[in-house]
């Protein structure tokens, strides 16, 4: 009997319940319970997928076992504002603000008004701690430099509730890679994309990413300035948090790897990296050869030309076979005959002095022709010809130059 009564007694404790009947059975309000849950007041279990939780019976006996419940419960999870923080030091909302600017306190939630001002929400107990530990700051001038600070237009009050939100993130999961996906979080994705360079990891974390805070506004507009609180702004604070994410990157990957597609989550890749190279290596066509071996060299081959110089402008030169061909036969290249040119001879006149004549081998009886047939080189040659024994002419014939009386 007694075994029996114990193990209904162990189901009883496991079975858990919904977060609105859990809110109902500790006498909280919705927005009060999300908050102890967010500081870790009450303890959730996750259920099902879809990353939904739910509360354990036996933590909700622990929680009624208090003898201060539930109005230490209630005082613990309780939220005020600027105005009921300032009435609770006995202070004016402006010197509190200039407290917390300063880095006194840090808020815990922030919501958006319907004029798209941040509204700042401290814990209740916090304030009161602080006015019972530091009552030099309540009354009289602020110290000189918290009037340097403000000067600067300094405000600290979005690092501190990052940096409470971190905390209360990590000390939420014990999963590796769930914590560097929370420091992630924090930071823009190009920050993100510096630090993790693999693509799958980065997939991993943006898979593990956790939710937003609660009361994120619907509206683009204010959802986009809501998210920039969420991120770090501050160059001292992005460090920080890049060099937090490439420490906990470490943790993660000894742990084990990102998962690759098709792989799952803490377990061994389905194909080893030394295998996946060769792959990827054996898809790739091999290099092609540049110069063929034991192919012999086209531009090697001997040119007789006939007709003299001009005569090799109107020949064709040989041309190279392509590299990739198969190689050619053994033996001596093949050249085929030039083609027999008919250049025009200079006249004898034109030449000029002390030049010497070209001798050719063509009959002396070949009648000269200008006609528009001729190869464009030659008429060019027989322009630079004339120019040239035209413009030693003008030289001989230059006029002394004229002296001024």
């Known amino acids: 009997m007694t075994v029996e009564g114990h193990d209904r007694t162990a189901d009883e404790r496991t079975r858990t319940v919904t977060p609105a009947r859990a809110a109902q059975e500790l006498e909280l309000k ?28 036996g933590e909700l006996d622990r929680l009624r076992a208090a003898p201060d419940f539930p109005a230490g419960l209630r005082d613990r999870v309780r939220a005020v504002g600027t105005g009921e923080a300032a009435a609770l030091l006995g202070i004016t909302p402006e010197r509190f603000t200039r407290l917390v600017r300063t880095g006194h306190l840090s808020p815990v939630r922030f919501s958006l008004n319907r004029y798209r001002a941040v509204v700042w929400t401290y814990l209740a107990e916090e304030v009161a701690d602080f006015g019972r530990t530091c009552p030099t700051l309540l009354t009289g001038r602020l110290p000189l430099e918290l009037r340097e600070r403000l000067a600067a237009r300094e405000d600290l009050r979005p690092r501190n509730w990052r940096a409470r939100r971190l905390a209360l993130l990590l000390r939420a999961t014990d999963d590796p890679w769930a914590r560097a996906s929370a420091i992630a979080s924090l930071l823009d994705p190009l920050h993100v994309a510096e630090v993790v360079d693999d693509p799958y990891e980065r997939a991993h974390l943006d898979r593990l990413r956790p939710p937003p805070p609660q009361g994120m506004p619907v509206p683009a507009a204010a959802r986009e300035l809501a998210e920039r609180l969420t991120r770090a702004d501050d160059p001292d604070e992005i ?156 030289a001989r014939r230059r006029k002394r130059p004229v002296s001024w009386p």
Do not use: C, K, M, N
């Open 30 to 57: 919705r927005d009060e319970f999300r908050l102890a849950v967010q500081l870790g007041l009450v303890r959730t279990v996750p259920a099902g997928e879809g990353g939904r939780r739910r509360v354990e019976q």
């Open 239 to 394: 460090l920080w948090h890049r060099l937090s994410l490439a420490l906990a990157l470490d943790e993660a990957r000894a742990a084990y790897p990102a998962p690759h597609p098709g792989e799952t989550a803490g377990a061994a890749p389905t194909v080893p990296v030394a295998r996946r190279v060769d792959a990827v290596s054996a898809v790739r066509p091999a290099p092609a050869p540049s110069v063929l071996a034991g192919a012999p060299d086209p531009w090697a081959a001997t040119v007789t030309v006939r007709g003299g110089p001009r005569a090799l402008s109107a020949r064709s030169l040989p041309t190279a076979p392509p590299f990739l061909t198969p190689p050619l036969p053994a033996g001596p290249p093949v050249v085929p005959a030039p083609q027999e040119a008919a250049p025009v001879p200079l006249p004898a006149a034109a030449a000029p002095a002390g030049r010497p004549e070209v001798v050719t081998d063509r009959p002396a009886s070949r009648p000269i022709s200008r006609s528009a047939s001729r190869p464009a080189r030659t008429r060019f040659l027989d322009r630079f010809q004339w120019g040239r024994a035209s413009g030693e002419a003008r």
